[in-house]
C-alpha cells in the first residue's frame, strides 16, 4: 500500500504496548523511574498519583513526544524510543489520538479547524473530514461553537476541542491527561463515556491520566505512581 493509502486508513488494529525499564532525568536533579507495564491492545488504563510524579512524562513517552533517558516504548513491533524524529511524528500522526493536559490548540484556528487540522495529520481531509468533525464537535455539546477560535471558548469548551480533535481520526492508541480537569462532574462523566466509547468502537487501547477519584474508580485497571526515586509504584491489576 503507497504512503497516502496507509496514511487514509483511520483505523488500525491496536496492538500491544509494553514500556519496561523506563528511567527520565531531567537535568541533575530529576530522575523519574517507572514500573514496567504490558498492555494487551484495545486495554484501558487510568493512571493516576500525585502532581509532579511523572504522569505527563510517562504519557509523552508513549506518545513519542518524549525519548526516555533509558528503557524501551514498544507499541506492536515498533520500538517507539528508537524512531527519528519523522518516524515519532507519523507513529503519532496516524496512531495515536492526544488530549493534551493543557489543550495544545492552534489559537488562530476555529474549533472546527483545530479537529480538522489532527484530521489532516492523520491523512483524511475534505467533505469527509468535516462531516467527522462536526460529528464529534457536536456529541461534545460544541455544535454551536465550530467557528469559535480558543480565546472565543471557555476552558471546559477548549478541553472537549481538545477531545474532540484526539478522537475524531478514530486512533488504536488513545491518551488523555486530565481530561476532565476543568469540566463539570456531568461534562467530566461524559467526556470519559466519550474516550471509552469510542476506544471501544474502534478496539483502542485507552490510556487516562486523571486525579479525579471518580474517573479512576470507573476503570477496573488501575496504575498508581509513587513518589518517583522513593517508592514503587503499584500496578494493580495487571
Ligand atoms: N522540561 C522539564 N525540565 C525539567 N523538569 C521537568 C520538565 N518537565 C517536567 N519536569 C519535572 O518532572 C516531574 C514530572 O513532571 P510531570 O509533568 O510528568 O508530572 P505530573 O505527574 O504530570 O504532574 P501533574 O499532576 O501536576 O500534571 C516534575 O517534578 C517536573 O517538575
Ligand atoms: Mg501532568
Not at 528511567?23 to 514496567?36: A, I, K
Not at 533517558?69 to 507499541?75: L, T
Amino acid at each position: 500500500m503507497s504512503e497516502q493509502g496507509q496514511r487514509a486508513r483511520a483505523v488500525q488494529t491496536a496492538q500491544r504496548l509494553t514500556l519496561s525499564g523506563i528511567q527520565h532525568r531531567y537535568g541533575p536533579d530529576v530522575t523519574l523511574s517507572y514500573p514496567d507495564v504490558h498492555l494487551e491492545g484495545g486495554a484501558e488504563l487510568v493512571v493516576s498519583g500525585p502532581s509532579g510524579v511523572g504522569k505527563t512524562t510517562w504519557l509523552h513517552f508513549i506518545a513519542g513526544l518524549l525519548t526516555p533517558s533509558a528503557g524501551q516504548v514498544r507499541y506492536g513491533e515498533a520500538q517507539v524510543n528508537a524512531l527519528g524524529e519523522a518516524g515519532r511524528d507519523s507513529f503519532r500522526a496516524r496512531t495515536v489520538g492526544y488530549v493534551f493536559q493543557d489543550f495544545h490548540l492552534m489559537p488562530g484556528y476555529s474549533a472546527l479547524e483545530n479537529v480538522l487540522l489532527g484530521l489532516g495529520l492523520a491523512g483524511l481531509r475534505g467533505a469527509q473530514a468535516t462531516t467527522r468533525a462536526k460529528e464529534v464537535l457536536g456529541q461534545l455539546g460544541l455544535g454551536k461553537r465550530l467557528n469559535h477560535t480558543p480565546r472565543q471558548l471557555s476552558t471546559g469548551e477548549r478541553q472537549r476541542v481538545a477531545l474532540a480533535r484526539a478522537v475524531a481520526h478514530r486512533p488504536a492508541l488513545l491518551l488523555a491527561d486530565e481530561p476532565t480537569a476543568h469540566l463539570d462532574p456531568s461534562r467530566g462523566a461524559d467526556a470519559v463515556a466519550l474516550l471509552r466509547q469510542t476506544a471501544g468502537e474502534l478496539g483502542a487501547t485507552l490510556i487516562v491520566v486523571s486525579h479525579d477519584p471518580a474517573v479512576v474508580g470507573a476503570f477496573e485497571r488501575r496504575l498508581e505512581l509513587g513518589r518517583a526515586g522513593t517508592t514503587q509504584p503499584e500496578l494493580a491489576g495487571a
